[in-house]
C-alpha cells in the first residue's frame, strides 16, 4: 500500500470567488436545516483500487451514492478517457490534486488535461519534509510561488487552492505557516481546501480559521479523529468533530465542495477502504445542518 508521500512523488515523476451552492446557501438560513450536499470523495482514499480498475472504482464510488470525486493522479490513463469514466459513474471532479514538482515542471500539461476533465480548481495537496520551509521568510518565499503558480493556472481559465496538513499549523520561526499563507496570498488568485481532521489534529480550531478567513476555504476535507491525545482517523460521524457546526458554517468559509478522505482505514484498524468511505457517506447524508 502506497503512503501519501511515495504517492505524490510518482504522481509527480508521472506527469476566487464563485457563487455558493444553493445547497450550502441555504444550510446557513436560521431555522432551514438542509441536509448535507453534494457529497464528494478524494480518491486517495481508494487509491489501490484506482491503481487497479480506475474505471469500475468510480462506478463503485457512484454507486455508493457519491456525486463528486477529487482526483489524485490518473493512473496512467488519458483524460479523455477519465472524462468518459465520470460520465458513466454519474460523477463530476471540481478538483484536482497536482503535486508542487508537477507545478514547477509540468503545469500546462496539468492544465490541459484538467480542462479536458472538468475540473475547476488545481490543488497544491502536499509537501514533503524536506519541502517544508523552516523560517517565517521561508514561508513567506513558498507563497509568492504559490502565487506564480495561481496566477497561471487562473490565466488559463481554472482556479487554485492550497491543501493543509497539521504541520502548516505548528509555529515556525514565530508565525503559524497556514497564516503566512493565507496573508500573504491573493485572495483572488488563491483559494484554500481546508482538511478539517489536521486542523483538529494540530488542536486549532476550524470554525475559527472560518471566522478569520472568511470565504477562503472553498473547499473542504473531512474525516473524524478519535479523542485527544491521540486524535486517530476516524469515518465521518465515527469520532469528536462536531460536523453539525463545521458544516453549518460552510457559507462563512466560503465553501462549495466537500471531499471526504480516509489516508489509510486498514491502517487504523477501521477495515477496508471502501467500508470506510460507504460508512462516512451514510452519515453525511442523513445529517442535517
Known sequence: MMNRRSFLSTLGAAAAAGAVLPEIARAGVAGAARKVGPIGLQLYTVRDAMQKDVAGTLARVGAIGYKEVEFAGYFNHPATHIREYLGKAGLTSPSVHVPIDTMRTALPQ?????????????????????????????????????????????????????????????????????????????????????????????????????????????????????????????????GTINWRAVLADRPKAGTRHIFVEHDSAAEWGQGDAFKSVAASYKYLSTLAV
Open 110 to 238: 496539468a492544465i490541459a488535461d484538467a480542462k479536458v476533465i472538468g475540473h475547476e480548481w488545481i490543488t497544491m495537496p502536499w509537501l514533503a519534509p524536506e519541502q517544508r520551509p523552516t523560517t517565517a521568510d521561508g514561508w513567506k518565499t513558498l507563497a509568492a510561488e504559490i502565487g506564480k503558480h495561481a496566477a497561471a493556472v487562473h490565466a488559463a481559465g481554472l482556479k487554485f487552492a492550497y491543501h493543509n496538513h497539521d504541520f502548516e499549523i505548528t509555529p515556525v520561526g514565530g508565525v503559524v505557516p497556514l497564516e503566512v499563507l493565507l496573508s500573504s496570498t491573493d485572495p483572488a488568485h488563491v483559494d484554500f481546501e481546508m482538511d478539517v481532521y489536521w486542523v483538529t489534529k494540530a488542536g486549532s480550531d476550524p470554525l475559527a480559521w472560518f471566522a478569520k478567513h472568511p470565504g477562503r476555504f472553498r473547499m473542504l476535507h473531512i474525516k473524524d479523529a478519535s479523542p485527544a491525545p491521540a486524535r486517530d482517523m476516524r469515518p465521518v460521524g465515527q
